[in-house]
């Protein structure tokens, strides 16, 4: 019986081989390759939008273990290092936005920021001295004083140059006795912090000159004197990481002015004098250290601060283009640069509306940059914002939006500002319902840092709507309580911070997000701005 059913499997077996497979074989061999390219698109796209996350995990990763690889060390007394510890996030924002914002970190580039961003710090050797007195008896029963000094050798940390600034430790000389024991030592007695983003700006506009996207050109032009042009005073670099004019002081909470440019280059570059004149200056200069200045004709006068080495004397002549100095970083700076100023009749003016470039353009590494790349870092780092549409890894995140309704009013103003300076009119719409719920006369509320309100529909400090503003009803007036004017002062600004990022190469919409990141300097106003914007465009068609 066994052998019968053996026999039978066996014929069923030949049968389904024999003739199901020669019905299968001709299918198989006809659909086999168009299978295999669907098995290879699918493994393709779960490559591309499956690794997107744990690449980006992985890339921040690998910034952070870097970044705390060159934690500095504290070797002071007081420990100070310890609170400049170069921010990971700061790092991975320059990188990714040198890079286009992939998720691929570029761990040779990341090495070359951290490197130029890291502290640097100055110290101060000093001995304290501990005296323990007392009495001791000797071997015939006398009792004499005794006295046991102690020297302990320590660092005090008297700079700490860093990515925004300089920071200054003053000392006092105390001795403090208690009982028997006196300890003479250095106490700490204040901090002086002195702004100065060179360094984060130097490598800013070094990193993106060096990407795809490459640098925002500023305008030039020339004056008239008698003794000629000026000429741009370093040779071997023409970016300039700091402006003329004003800048907020993070610490003391107020404005100051930066009285020339600062320019990027490398220690020892040579630095030429700008037109024909006589050194007045030469030498150490405060806060600016190694320091030139020349007198020229007609009142101007020309300095050149921070250098590591002064090539002339004072009362010497010198011609146009003559050598004077070398770039370095004396006196209070955080990284080898020139600034330069130009004075007439003793006061400053831009230099950049006063000088002569015989070849090529100045490179203009704006506050634009800083800002948003500053805030993003901090973003990276907390976790609080939307940050992965940057990433490529997801769109923006939804938000459970409810605008409220367009006033038909203003529906033809939004379409007509945004017509006039190619912004999508439902954004301005979403900006105006998420700033103020479209109410004209709305004033926000005070804003201690700017010591000021924003105004109007459109939620404009005053000082910014002055330098964008529109006369968008045209009845003579510039107010950013007139919706009009609001709306296409708005657009004009818009499309203003839009351009900006346009010109180094981002595309359409995320040139946009970026405007608009500018109005409100958060990533997820941003994502709120876009999901309300849609919701306008599809219910006013």
């Given amino acids: 019986m066994d052998n019968l059913v053996m026999i039978l499997k066996n014929a069923v077996k030949n049968i389904i081989s024999r003739y199901l497979w020669k019905a299968v074989k001709p ?265 030139v200045i020349i007198d020229h004709n007609d009142g101007i006068s020309t300095l050149y601060a921070h250098c590591l080495m002064v090539l002339v004397r004072s009362g010497q002549a010198v011609k146009q283009g003559q050598k004077i100095a070398l770039v370095g970083s004396t006196g209070i700076s955080t990284g080898p640069h020139l600034h330069f100023e130009v004075r007439i009749n003793g006061t400053p003016v831009n230099p950049l509306g006063d000088i002569n470039v015989p070849a090529g353009s100045v490179v203009m590494n704006d506050n634009i940059d800083r800002k948003l790349i500053l805030e993003t870092g901090i973003a990276f780092m907390k976790g609080d914002q939307n940050l992965e549409w940057l990433l490529g890894t997801n769109a923006s995140r939804e938000y459970a939006a409810k605008p409220g309704k367009i006033p038909e009013d203003l529906l033809p103003v939004f379409k007509e500002a945004g017509k006039e300076y190619g912004i999508p009119w439902y954004v301005l719409a979403a900006i105006a319902f998420r700033e103020s719920s479209f109410n004209p006369n709305e004033i926000g509320p005070y804003l201690p840092e700017l010591k000021t309100r924003a105004v109007g529909m459109m939620q404009f400090l005053q000082s910014t709507f002055d330098k964008y503003a529109v006369d968008g009803n045209n009845n003579g007036i510039r107010s950013p309580f007139e919706p009009e004017d609001a709306v296409f002062t708005a657009a004009r600004y818009l499309a203003a911070n839009r351009d900006v990022y346009l010109r180094k190469g981002f595309n359409k919409d995320e040139a946009l997000r970026y405007a608009v990141w500018h109005y409100n300097h958060a990533w997820w106003y941003v994502d709120q701005v876009m999901a309300i914007g849609e919701k306008y465009k599809n219910n006013y068609p």
Avoid: C
């Fill in 27 to 291: 299918v198989l061999l006809t659909f086999l390759p168009y299978l295999t390219i669907m098995i290879l698109v699918i493994l393709i796209l779960l490559s591309i939008f499956g690794a997107a996350p744990k690449q980006t995990a992985e890339g921040k990763e690998k910034v952070k273990k870097y970044v705390e690889s060159i934690k500095p060390e504290a070797v002071s007394k007081y420990k100070q290092e310890e609170n400049f510890q170069l921010p990971w996030g700061l790092v991975y924002a320059v990188e990714e936005y040198a890079n286009g914002w992939r998720k691929d970190v570029d761990m040779a580039r990341v090495k070359r920021i951290a490197d130029g961003l890291k502290p640097e710090f100055e110290y101060m050797d000093y001995t304290e001295k501990i005296v323990r007195t007392g009495f001791e008896v000797d071997a015939d029963g006398n009792v004499n004083p005794k006295e046991e000094v102690i020297y302990v050798p320590v660092k005090l940390l008297t700079q700490a140059r860093t990515y925004e600034g300089i920071y200054v430790f003053e000392y006092q000389e105390v001795t403090d006795i208690k009982g028997n024991e006196s300890h003479t030592y250095m106490a700490l007695k204040g901090m002086e912090f002195y702004e100065d983003y060179s360094k984060l700006d130097a490598v800013i506009a070094r990193e993106i000159k060096t990407s795809s996207y490459g640098s925002y050109e500023g305008e030039t032009k020339t004056i008239e004197f008698s003794g000629g042009k000026l000429l741009w005073p370093v040779p071997s670099s023409h970016t300039v990481t700091s402006p003329f004019g004003m800048r907020f002081h993070p610490v003391l909470k107020t404005y100051k002015m930066h009285t020339g440019i600062d320019i990027a280059a490398n220690t020892g570059d040579e630095i030429v004098a700008a037109a024909d004149g006589i050194v007045r200056a030469a030498g150490s200069y405060g806060g600016y250290g190694n320091t």
